[in-house]
């Protein structure tokens, strides 16, 4: 059986954060603001793997108001989404996503991305598929308030 979700994630820019996307750290002048590291696109691939096994979003497994959550490495986030879509017998069958990003460029870190977050799904890396865009600065996105992320992930049951 497959099943399909899809998720889709917004964070702002803000000054003394790390940026982090898809896990690995990105050198840039701001970072994303959050309750946990704000990876928007691992939280996308969350909600999009947590809808395809009809199990709800991050937020209602990893609120934001939860102390164990503060400041979390969202790859641990994605690890036991991961784990939670297992206790109903699915794995991923493969994931497609867009970055929103005016800056900084993401095509040069999307290779580390897909290795990175294929580690943490237990998946080969050609069931990763990350691109980059940005919103011809247009929106919140194009005046570099923030980064928003989709994502697609299909499931298979086994």
């Excluded at 609120?63 to 206790?87: H, M, N």
């Excluded at 870190?109 to 943490?120: D, F, G, P, S, Y």
Aim: net charge negative; proline share 2%; charged share 25%.
């Amino acid at each position: 059986m497959f099943r399909i979700g899809m998720g889709y994630d917004v964070h702002r820019l803000a000054e003394g954060r790390d940026l982090w996307l898809g896990g690995i750290k990105i050198e840039h002048t701001h970072g994303l603001l959050g309750h946990s590291d704000a990876d928007v696109l691992i939280h996308a691939i969350c909600d999009a793997l947590l809808g395809a096994a009809n199990m709800r979003d991050i937020g209602y497994h990893f609120p934001d108001t939860a102390d164990e959550t503060d400041g979390i490495d969202s790859k641990i986030l994605l690890a036991k989404t991961i784990d939670l879509i297992a206790t109903k017998g699915y794995t991923v069958g493969n994931i497609d996503c867009t970055v929103c990003a005016e800056r900084p460029k993401l095509n040069p870190h999307v290779e580390q991305m897909r290795k990175c977050l294929a580690q943490v799904m237990h998946t080969d890396e050609d069931n990763i598929s990350i691109k980059a865009t940005t919103t011809e600065k247009l929106g919140f996105t194009g005046r570099q308030e923030g980064i928003s992320a989709y994502a697609v992930a299909l499931i298979t049951h086994d």
